[in-house]
């Protein structure tokens, strides 16, 4: 068996070969991003929501009910792959196309395979609860720039889209309709943040603004930036063709957030909602989407394991953004 690709400057996505930052691995020759020629969106305060422990009960999943989703709304779904037995690898292998079956030995070590297997089945799964689709029926296809796109007709005119990211023990979805997303979701409890990655990877204005932030708080200020920086390069689904120091996060107080975005990267940053979960102590997730509506969107957070059980989840919101006043539950 042979490892997955790993490029100079990137890991692969599990759910594609597309390559997107790797925080173990640098990117050189940082360009300098000018003051003016930046746009600025500032997003205001939120309140934070109950606890992640808190939920609203889980139940077997209900798979003839589809789910609405309506524009304003961004649906997230996590799943910890660990969760999983042998007899959902085995139906997950079922509902899978003969090329991602084949993909799966490719992986080294088993925890990789389990999370490439259980990423695979929670997009299909997922998908087939806004659409009557079954699961095995997806098709996808990439962008110009790797990035996972839905072929299948009818979630295209539906205008169904998605966005995929894993971590150690946990992966995020992010689904939305008629409208561009990002999600990133780091292990901030098990990775060191190594001050050369913000150097060759952040604008200048970021690194300035690290350097300042006392001992004890910079390494959870640093996923707060590389959370954010990422969901926004998948937002874009460019994958590393955008230049990661041509954009910047900023944080004026514990409430606010506002991203500054080149000229040069032919963007606006008002076009952009941002928002970071924690949903547990170990995770830090980033949410980039695209306005749609000058009212704050709604989230909607569920835990799932494929085929078996789901939840609503209230997380937290640990850096407040222009996602709405609360998270949005919805019974089952």
Not at 140 to 145: K, R, V
Request: with cysteine.
């Amino acid at each position: 068996m042979r490892a997955p690709r790993v490029l100079p400057g990137g890991r692969l996505d599990a759910h594609s070969d597309q390559l997107i930052p790797d925080l173990a691995l640098t990117q050189r020759n940082a360009h300098h991003v000018q003051a003016p020629g930046e746009n600025l969106t500032h997003l205001s305060a939120i309140q934070p929501v109950k606890p992640a422990d808190h939920h609203l009960g889980e139940r077997p999943i209900d798979g003839d009910r589809l789910l609405a989703l309506s524009p304003s709304e961004i649906h997230l779904w996590l799943a910890f792959y660990e969760e999983a037995g042998e007899e959902l690898h085995r139906a997950y292998r079922e509902i899978l196309e003969p090329a991602e079956r084949e993909r799966e030995p490719r992986f080294y070590f088993a925890a990789d395979r389990r999370r490439y297997l259980v990423t695979r089945a929670l997009v299909r799964t997922v998908l087939a609860r806004y659409m009557p689709v079954a699961p095995p029926d997806w098709r996808f296809a990439a962008n110009a720039y790797g990035r996972p796109e839905i072929a299948t007709p009818q979630g295209r005119r539906a205008g169904l889209s998605f966005n995929v990211s894993h971590t150690r023990h946990l992966i995020v979805l992010g689904v939305t309709r008629g409208r561009a997303l990002g999600v990133d979701v780091e292990n901030v409890g098990r990775r060191e943040a190594v001050t050369d990655v913000a150097r060759h990877y952040f604008a200048p204005v970021e690194v300035s603004a690290l350097a300042r932030v006392p001992a004890a708080q910079q390494r959870h200020r640093f996923f707060e930036y590389w959370t954010f920086k990422e969901s926004y390069i998948k937002a874009r689904g460019m994958g590393l063709s955008l230049p990661l120091d041509r954009f910047s996060v900023h944080f004026p107080d514990d409430h606010t957030v506002e991203l500054r975005i080149d000229r040069d990267l032919g963007d606006d940053a008002r076009r952009w909602e941002l928002v970071q979960l924690r949903p547990t102590p170990e995770y830090l997730l980033a949410v980039c989407a695209e306005r749609v509506a000058p009212a704050p969107s709604q989230l909607v957070v569920r835990q799932t394991v494929p085929l078996s059980s789901e939840k609503l989840l209230a997380l937290p919101c640990v850096r407040p953004s222009g996602l709405g006043t609360n998270a949005s539950l919805r019974s089952l």
